[in-house]
């Protein structure tokens, strides 16, 4: 009884549709006057409805244990309001602000880079990998905190593989908007702020030089005209 | 017949390979398969793309699974008939033959070895040139010439492969995989474990498949293993084993189940793959592609993410010598061409190890 006049509120606080993710909706809303976001799981047609259901709630279980294991952490992340199982949606406070992506490409201060290296380290110490780290998933505040979104693919994991691949994933994102010297740069900041705080850096760090040149073989394959015969 | 429809069929073989250097005089291919338990000869003619010849000799073990040297056995006693059945089925003498193409791997090293060495002797008596041919990336051309995609998210699903793929510069891109077993491997050793299989394949369908017949979903008893695109079969099949001797659930639950873990887990990491990779076709190729209740499933989520999806038709899906010898018309086509005395097999041979000179997309 008391759970479905919860999800009319629910229902009631989303105000508009901002984004259709892979894995998700974003509605922006107002809880109890509070800006948030809503994230609602996407139904998907070709999973049979008890298995979806199952796989819905296990993962919402796993987002909503790591949100409140970091809010412990002290690294910027969005408050968790609320969720409801039953209707595959979390509530979330809304983080005012821009993308790092955005910021950027406007030259912001390489604070907020250290910020995001500092945070990385902070949440790997606490045995969580984020799983989509980009500068899309970060958001740079008016205070000029750099929070980091979207713990969807985020898994409690201390595999240094796991751990490598954040970092290698930071790489490519500012690969991808800056330019090559500067994006270098930065990430060298990342990795500095980064190794700072997180204990278990060297296994890491050897790790992603391994990742680092997988890439680096792919060239060579692509240059090289002839199939091997071997 | 489906072999009829695509033997007279007007591919237009410039809309799935735009940069393809076509040979003005149509070039007789002979492909030679023997990665696992079929052993197959195929001739194709192109261009325009021609079937000639498909022959096939499948190993089908009494009990158990594929034991390789009673595989061995049974190919080097098929394999003289079939090469010979082939010849006479395009009307062909050997030395209307342009080149002899070969699986060399991925696959079972003995198996391998046969194909193998009646390439090489053939490749040398005749003096054609002989060509290594990669068995995934076969299965994945001929998937695309006879479903008439260009740069689709392929699915490549068997007994000894789970993988999604793109096509990237020269070669083919891996974006997800199986962690450890394949699909087909789970279905086939699942189905032998409880005493359903073999065979394994009745009428075109599987022993999974039969047995999930009347059955329903039961919430929370088998683990689901999707982790970006990659998943794992392993711990499924584990967990449904253990659950099965327990026989706390009915069978046909427990089949039902499992199976609809086992496809979903597919589906999902698939329809990650699209969000990734924004490919707007989906290919299903492989073995495993013959069951439509995966077909089904993948193509409920092509079409809701709008994307035109193709299965390969289902004579095409298993094993044969065709795809071996549409594969070696493309890459005969480039110049990729091996000594006989260097064609040595590489039971591991990953599909993104490949130089693929007809992908030009990037």
Redesign the interface.
């Known amino acids: 009884m008391e759970h479905s006049i919860l999800e009319e509120i629910l229902e009631r606080s989303k105000q508009e549709l901002v984004a259709i993710g892979a894995e998700a909706q974003i509605w922006k809303a107002s809880w109890y006057g509070y800006p948030a976001i809503i994230k609602v799981r996407r139904r998907k047609k070709y999973l049979h409805p008890q298995l979806l259901d199952e796989i819905n709630v296990k993962r919402m279980r796993r987002e909503t244990k790591i949100l409140v294991t970091l809010a412990k952490t002290g690294v910027c992340v969005p408050t968790l309001y609320a969720a409801f199982f039953s209707k595959w949606a979390l509530v979330m406070k809304a983080i005012e602000g821009q993308p790092l992506s955005q910021c950027l490409k406007d030259r912001c201060s390489q604070e907020n880079i250290k910020l995001a290296g500092r945070y990385l380290g902070l949440i790997h110490n606490v045995g969580v990998i984020h799983g989509d780290y980009t500068v899309n998933n970060m958001i740079v505040t008016n205070r000029g905190d750099t929070c980091i979104i979207d713990f969807g693919l985020s898994e409690f994991s201390t595999d240094p593989e796991d751990r490598a691949m954040d970092l290698y994933l930071f790489l490519k994102s500012i690969n991808s908007i800056l330019p090559p010297e500067i994006a270098e740069d930065y990430f060298g900041i990342f990795l500095k702020a980064y190794s700072s705080v997180f204990n278990e850096w060297y296994a890491v760090k050897e790790r992603l030089e391994e990742i680092m040149l997988r890439g680096r073989y792919v060239e060579e394959r692509r240059l090289s005209t002839r199939v091997s015969d071997r | 017949m489906e072999t009829v429809a695509t033997r007279n069929s007007s591919i237009n073989l410039y809309t799935i390979y735009p940069s393809i250097p076509l040979p003005s005089k149509p070039v007789t291919i002979l492909g030679i398969e023997s990665t696992a338990h079929t052993f197959g000869v195929g001739i194709v003619r192109s261009p325009p793309f021609r079937i000639l010849a498909d022959k096939r000799s499948k190993y089908v073990p009494p009990s158990g699974g594929i034991k390789p040297r009673d595989a061995v056995e049974h190919m080097v006693k098929n394999a003289p008939k079939t090469l010979e059945e082939a010849l006479r089925e395009a009307g062909l003498e050997i030395d209307e033959i342009d080149a002899v193409a070969v699986a060399l791997g991925p696959g079972l090293g003995p198996t391998l070895r046969v194909g193998a060495t009646l390439g090489r002797a053939l490749a040398s008596y005749y003096n054609k040139p002989l060509i290594?041919v990669n068995h995934a990336v076969a299965h994945i051309e001929i998937g695309k010439v006879l479903c008439g995609m260009n740069d689709p998210l392929v699915v490549y699903v068997s007994g000894g492969n789970t993988t999604i793929a793109i096509t990237g510069?020269?070669?083919y891109l891996v974006i997800g995989e199986t962690m450890d077993i394949a699909l087909g491997n789970a279905l086939d050793v699942f189905s032998r474990e409880i005493g359903i299989a073999p065979p394994y394949i009745v009428n075109g369908m599987h022993a999974v498949d039969l047995c999930s017949k009347n059955g329903k979903?039961v919430?929370?008893i088998l683990p689901?293993t999707v982790?970006?695109q990659d998943m794992s079969y392993s711990g499924l099949l584990t967990a449904a084993l253990r659950l099965f001797k327990k026989g706390a659930v009915k069978l046909e639950d427990l089949c039902f189940t499992y199976r609809?873990?086992a496809f979903?887990q597919l589906?999902?990491a698939a329809?990650?793959a699209l969000?990734v990779s924004g490919k707007r076709q989906v290919l299903l190729v492989g073995g495993v592609a013959a069951n439509d209740e995966l077909s089904r499933?993948?193509q409920?989520?092509s079409e809701?993410r709008g994307c035109s999806y193709c299965r390969v038709p289902k004579r095409y899906a298993g094993d044969n010598g065709v795809m071996i010898a549409w594969t070696g018309f493309l890459?005969y086509i480039y110049g990729?061409t091996?000594?006989p005395m260097?064609?040595?097999i590489?039971q591991r041979w990953r599909l993104d190890?490949?130089?693929v000179p007809w992908n030009t997309a990037s």
């Open positions: 290594p510069y020269q070669r979903y919430k929370g689901y982790k970006g609809e873990i979903s589906a999902e329809d990650r969000g499933k993948l409920v989520m809701e890459s990729v091996v000594p260097n064609a040595y590489k190890k490949v130089e």
